[in-house]
């Protein structure tokens, strides 16, 4: 059972920085693709940053030598480093897993494709940005 778990998020003051945390379980070693997403009140759910098995990572052109999005192997967690907050970056955060079921690498889906391709997600962390 795939199992995935967001912390790390808060309010802070534009120019801030969050680290936002994804504790997973149940995935295979390789063969899935790690998202962070967010969604603000009102708005679609949109693409942040992928990384992949590899620690290939890709970013939403908004988020761009801002946020890093980096993972742990060894303690099964993916991380998004946010750094130079802004006031539209407030929306709840989400992790996701784009986990197809096959043995080896997976390369992560563009970013702006169907975002239900990701099938597991997690409950969410609210990052608040002040002006």
């Known amino acids: 059972q795939v199992q995935l778990v967001e912390s790390g998020g808060g309010s802070v003051p534009a120019g801030g920085s969050l680290r936002l945390s994804c504790a997973t379980s149940?995935?295979?070693?390789?063969?899935?693709?790690m998202g962070w997403f967010r969604q603000a009140e009102g708005k679609e759910r949109e693409a942040v940053a992928t990384?992949?098995?590899?620690?290939?990572?890709a970013y939403a052109d908004f988020v761009k030598g801002r946020f890093t999005v980096s993972k742990d192997g060894a303690k099964n967690t993916v991380f998004l480093q946010m750094n130079d907050l802004k006031p539209e970056d407030t929306a709840m955060y989400y992790c996701?897993?784009?986990?197809?079921?096959?043995?080896?690498?997976?390369?992560?889906?563009?970013?702006?494709?169907?975002?239900?391709?990701?099938?597991?997600w997690g409950q969410g962390t609210q990052v608040t940005v002040s002006s």
């Open positions: 149940g995935l295979r070693n390789s063969g899935y693709c």
């Open positions: 990384v992949d098995s590899t620690s290939k990572t």
């Open positions: 996701a897993a784009y986990a197809p079921g096959t043995i080896g690498w997976v390369p992560c889906p563009p970013l702006g494709e169907d975002i239900r391709r990701f099938r597991f």
